[in-house]
């Protein structure tokens, strides 16, 4: 069983102008009908709006983001200063899954440092459990650096048995693997999956004036620096194998993100996903959640 919706990532210039439910509405209206929180305050006026978004309009909360210890930056609430809330705010909110959306940048410094994160974000699953929930981690490419012979997420996986994974497509294919084969070899632990395409954009005008005054390292900049966030299904990835695998993988969540719009507004961006998804024949994964994918 699976469902299509939104990381509410693109969201949160939106929830700050017209609130969680007027947010959310606009999002339904499109079609969506379940929603990742991220980067947005869990304060008591979101909460209640987002309970409020569930009750009436049908948009379920698929995951909650969490930090495990309070590093400022993003409004999200941490493991170490605010464990009952987080749990209170999931099991009010009907969701299972809390996830940590990112390795904590000291924490990129070292093998030894990104182990001593894990095996706190072990401890913080194993008592979450416990509590019903599960915790999950989500990759960038960094995680796809080989380090003594495997990956860091590898290394991960081993500190922290116990968390979960959320597996971002665009990220693994930017990390250099096969988004197919990594759904694959994570079955079973990725009830997550972000739909975030891989575009390459065109050169800017700005790199051909490079080249015309002979500033030639200036020009590779621009050439190297062509890679692009996109609309699911305006990049190169291969969706058509990429939704099935997920959903085959045991994902309960297919949620579409793009962490810049080049100029379009986040609803015309999650309109030409939700179009596209609906082309490519998942229509019935933004509804009631479906029991199979063919391919």
Excluded: C
């Excluded at 000291?106 to 401890?123: H, I, N, Q």
């Excluded at 699953?125 to 960038?140: C, F, I, P, S, T």
């Excluded at 080989?146 to 290394?155: I, N, S, T, Y």
């Excluded at 759904?183 to 999956?193: D, E, H, N, S, T």
């Amino acid at each position: 069983m699976a469902r299509i919706g939104v990381q509410a990532m693109m969201l949160k210039n939106s929830f700050t102008e017209i609130g969680a439910y007027e947010t959310l509405a606009k999002v339904a209206e499109i079609g969506y009908r379940a929603v990742e929180v991220s980067q947005i305050p869990m304060d008591a006026k979101n909460t209640a709006e987002l309970e409020r978004a569930r009750d009436v309009l049908g948009v379920e909360v698929a995951a909650l983001s969490v930090n495990v210890t309070a590093t400022g930056g993003a409004p999200v609430d941490a493991l170490d200063t605010d464990f009952a809330k987080i749990v209170d705010d999931a099991h009010r909110l009907g969701t299972r899954h809390l996830r940590i959306g990112m390795l904590p940048l000291p924490a990129m410094a070292s093998l030894e440092k990104t182990l001593e994160f894990a095996r706190t974000a072990e401890g913080y699953a194993q008592r979450l459990q416990a509590e019903g929930l599960g915790l999950y981690y989500h990759n960038h490419h960094v995680e796809f650096a080989k380090v003594e012979g495997r990956h860091l997420l590898d290394h991960i996986r081993e500190a922290s048995p116990t968390m979960g994974l959320e597996i971002d497509v665009h990220w693994v294919q930017r990390g250099g693997l096969d988004p197919v084969r990594t759904l694959r070899r994570y079955a079973g632990q990725a009830p997550m999956v972000h739909l975030k395409d891989y575009r390459i954009g065109a050169l800017p005008e700005s790199a051909f004036g490079h080249l015309q005054s002979g500033d030639f390292p200036a020009f590779m900049q621009d050439f190297r620096n062509v890679v692009q966030f996109a609309e699911v299904g305006e990049g190169n990835l291969d969706f058509a194998e990429i939704i099935p695998e997920a959903v085959l993988a045991g994902a309960e969540y297919l949620l579409v993100e793009q962490d810049e719009l080049y100029g379009r507004t986040v609803w015309e961006a999650l309109q030409t996903s939700y179009d596209n998804l609906n082309t490519l024949g998942f229509g019935d994964l933004f509804a009631a959640p479906a029991q199979t994918v063919g391919k």
